[in-house]
């Protein structure tokens, strides 16, 4: 009998077993594929070795207060063992045809550069950065709302949930139109790819929230993104709990009515684990697959009605040389083809990608000691890939190779006309498509990041870290929103839940 069982290594999971471990729980973590860490996990061809789902994160910094909240957990878990380094500063790039804007942090200084670019703005620029501060307090009301009991969801319902109801419905690209130059437009609005929601459906609130998660510096662990489960299973073992890797759950036990365990395939054997508690951060809509039909079944409809997000096309480069003298450094550059920035890739087949987003994650880590690498990101349709999506998960039939080598070439091909001093030195690439992150991370339909946002997602009270099964609780992306951080932090509350004297730790 585990203290706890946790389904998903990813962030959120790693954060809830963690956490009980250092309380000195028994948690056995179960996690499908053959490396751990979910988004967290990086892969090496050759010499290169590239991460997968962490390109920058915020509230990493030895910052006092809520700024340094996410580090100060880690450092805790960890017992310091994770850091962090810094990214430049401006640390994301905006490139738009004959225009390139540096997002610096804190928020006054990139506000103070806008007002210099766009002085005929002024009024449009203030208002943006007002709006922003009001929609973060509705986007926080909203979270909070995904994790506190019910008594107390109703106190801030009446309090302040018409405001929060107000900014999630109003999308991105209401504020957007508020707007009259293009390339202030733009500027504002090509980094909806952080939350992967276009500025026609995106909720304002979601995105001045993480535009703003990096107010206090941008940073990217040392050693790399898979340092987060080499050190976060550490107090896990240390409890006596386990991370056990190609452990696929199949079901969740119930017993007189609550979550009582799983039933997992694990090297071609299958056996059930009992647990005090179920945590499943392995995705809500992949958590309800694993229950029976009449568990929750008005809750198990409210979910299945959410639609999965938008998916993603990752073209891994690998370089010789010395790629900081051709042009690259630690901020991520956001490429975009027009000033029409809100655009998802349609058919890669008919158009070059609208937009996308580099990392040049090797210069990110000081550790690192091997060749360049970097990260060319694209948001697609995945109804583009429904037809390959269709085919079992364990085949990839020619036609789908021969497609995925040849949207490679171009997206590659478009890259380098862009980063024309780096492209000499290009020796490897490869695609990663809807399909790949579907079999990794077992996203529906290659979903970049789970759930689509929208305002009907934010405001659901199906999506709290409490489930109507007792003894199933929920963690991960789709629970607070994605993002590292946002993952990380359900986790612990999912921990909290379950061993209610840890949320004392985590005021501090
Ligand atoms: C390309 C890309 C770039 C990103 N860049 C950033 C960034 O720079 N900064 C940032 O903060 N966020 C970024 N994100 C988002 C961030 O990575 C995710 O929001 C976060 O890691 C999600 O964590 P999670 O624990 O919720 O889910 P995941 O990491 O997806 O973990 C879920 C785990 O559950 C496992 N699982 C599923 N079903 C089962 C089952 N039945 N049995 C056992 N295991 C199962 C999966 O294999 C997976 O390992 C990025 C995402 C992508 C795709």
Same mark, same amino acid.
């Given at each position: 009998?585990?203290?706890?069982?946790?389904?998903?290594?990813?962030?959120?999971?790693?954060?809830?077993?963690?956490?009980?471990?250092?309380? #000195?729980?028994?948690?056995?973590?179960?996690?499908?594929?053959?490396?751990?860490? $979910?988004?967290?996990?990086?892969?090496?061809?050759?010499?290169?070795?590239?991460?997968?789902?962490?390109? %920058?994160?915020?509230?990493?910094?030895?910052?006092?207060?809520?700024?340094?909240?996410?580090?100060?957990?880690?450092?805790?878990?960890?017992?310091? /063992?994770?850091?962090?380094?810094?990214?430049?500063?401006?640390?994301?790039?905006?490139?738009?045809?004959?225009?390139?804007?540096?997002?610096?942090? @804190?928020?006054?200084?990139?506000?103070?550069?806008?007002?210099?670019?766009?002085?005929?703005?002024?009024?449009? &620029?203030?208002?943006?950065?007002?709006?922003?501060?009001?929609?973060?307090?509705a986007?926080m009301t909203l979270m909070q709302l995904h994790s506190v009991p019910s008594w107390l969801a109703a106190g801030l319902r009446l309090l302040r949930g018409a405001q929060a109801r107000?900014?999630?419905?109003?999308?991105?690209?209401?504020?957007?139109?508020? &707007?009259? =130059?293009?390339?202030?437009?733009?500027?504002?609005?090509?980094?909806?790819? =952080?939350?992967?929601?276009?500025?026609?459906?995106?909720?304002?609130?979601?995105?001045?929230?993480?535009?703003?998660? %990096?107010?206090?510096?941008?940073?990217?662990?040392?050693?790399?993104?898979?340092?987060?489960? /080499?050190?976060?299973?550490?107090?896990? /073992?240390?409890?006596?709990?386990?991370?056990?890797?190609?452990?696929?759950?199949?079901?969740?036990?119930?017993?007189?009515?609550?979550?009582?365990?799983? $039933?997992?395939?694990?090297?071609?054997?299958?056996?059930?684990?009992?647990?005090?508690?179920?945590?499943?951060?392995?995705?809500?809509?992949?958590?309800?697959?694993?229950?029976? =039909?009449?568990?929750a079944?008005a809750w198990?409809?409210t979910?299945?009605?959410?639609?999965?997000?938008?998916?993603?096309?990752?073209?891994?480069?690998?370089?010789? #040389?010395?790629?900081?003298?051709?042009?690259?450094?630690?901020?991520?550059?956001?490429?975009?083809?027009?000033?029409?920035?809100?655009?998802?890739?349609?058919?890669?087949?008919?158009?070059?990608?609208?937009?996308?987003?580099?990392?040049?994650?090797?210069?990110?880590?000081?550790?690192?000691?091997?060749? @360049?690498?970097? /990260?060319?990101?694209? &948001?697609?349709?995945?109804?583009?890939?429904?037809?390959?999506?269709?085919?079992?998960?364990?085949?990839?039939? =020619?036609?789908?190779?021969?497609?995925?080598?040849?949207?490679?070439?171009?997206?590659?091909?478009?890259?380098?006309?862009?980063?024309?001093?780096?492209?000499?030195?290009?020796?490897?690439?490869?695609?990663?498509? @809807?399909?790949?992150?579907?079999? %990794?991370?077992?996203?529906?339909?290659?979903?970049?990041?789970?759930?689509?946002?929208?305002?009907?997602?934010l405001a659901s009270p199906a999506l709290h870290i409490h489930t109507p099964l007792p003894g199933l609780l929920l963690?991960?992306?789709?629970v607070f929103?994605? #993002?590292?951080?946002?993952?990380?932090t359900s986790?612990?509350l999912a921990a909290a839940h379950a061993e209610p004297a840890l949320f004392a730790?985590l005021r501090?």
């Amino acid at each position: 009998m585990w203290d706890a069982i946790v389904i998903g290594s990813g962030i959120g999971g790693l954060a809830a077993a963690a956490a009980l471990g250092k309380r #000195g729980k028994r948690v056995l973590v179960l996690e499908q594929h053959h490396t751990p860490g $979910g988004q967290t996990q990086t892969f090496r061809r050759h010499d290169w070795v590239f991460p997968t789902g962490v390109h %920058y994160l915020g509230g990493a910094g030895p910052h006092p207060g809520p700024e340094g909240w996410f580090g100060r957990l880690l450092g805790w878990l960890t017992d310091g /063992e994770l850091r962090f380094a810094p990214l430049a500063n401006p640390y994301d790039i905006v490139r738009l045809p004959d225009f390139e804007f540096g997002i610096e942090h @804190p928020e006054a200084a990139f506000r103070d550069a806008l007002l210099r670019a766009f002085p005929h703005e002024r009024g449009a &620029i203030v208002g943006w950065f007002e709006a922003s501060a009001d929609a973060r307090r509705a986007a926080m009301t909203l979270m909070q709302l995904h994790s506190v009991p019910s008594w107390l969801a109703a106190g801030l319902r009446l309090l302040r949930g018409a405001q929060a109801r107000r900014w999630a419905e109003r999308t991105l690209a209401d504020e957007l139109a508020r &707007i009259a =130059d293009p390339r202030l437009r733009a500027v504002l609005g090509a980094r909806w790819g =952080d939350h992967g929601a276009p500025p026609a459906g995106a909720p304002f609130a979601e995105h001045a929230l993480v535009m703003h998660a %990096y107010d206090a510096g941008a940073y990217y662990p040392v050693g790399g993104p898979a340092r987060f489960a /080499e050190t976060l299973r550490r107090p896990v /073992e240390a409890a006596g709990g386990e991370l056990r890797v190609g452990a696929d759950v199949q079901h969740i036990v119930v017993r007189d009515g609550r979550a009582a365990g799983v $039933g997992v395939e694990h090297g071609g054997q299958r056996r059930e684990e009992s647990g005090r508690w179920v945590i499943s951060a392995a995705g809500v809509p992949n958590t309800v697959a694993l229950l029976d =039909d009449e568990v929750a079944a008005a809750w198990q409809d409210t979910l299945a009605a959410l639609r999965p997000g938008h998916a993603h096309l990752a073209l891994f480069i690998g370089f010789e #040389g010395d790629v900081a003298a051709a042009g690259a450094s630690t901020a991520n550059r956001w490429v975009m083809e027009s000033e029409d920035v809100g655009r998802v890739w349609g058919d890669p087949a008919d158009e070059d990608a609208p937009g996308f987003f580099v990392s040049f994650s090797s210069l990110k880590d000081p550790a690192w000691s091997g060749p @360049p690498s970097a /990260e060319v990101v694209a &948001i697609v349709d995945h109804a583009v890939f429904a037809r390959f999506l269709a085919e079992p998960d364990a085949t990839r039939s =020619d036609e789908y190779l021969a497609y995925k080598d040849w949207v490679a070439e171009r997206l590659l091909a478009q890259w380098k006309r862009h980063f024309p001093a780096l492209a000499p030195m290009v020796r490897f690439h490869e695609l990663a498509t @809807p399909l790949t992150h579907r079999r %990794y991370v077992r996203t529906p339909q290659g979903s970049m990041y789970g759930l689509e946002l929208s305002a009907e997602r934010l405001a659901s009270p199906a999506l709290h870290i409490h489930t109507p099964l007792p003894g199933l609780l929920l963690a991960g992306q789709d629970v607070f929103g994605p #993002g590292v951080p946002a993952a990380f932090t359900s986790g612990l509350l999912a921990a909290a839940h379950a061993e209610p004297a840890l949320f004392a730790q985590l005021r501090g």
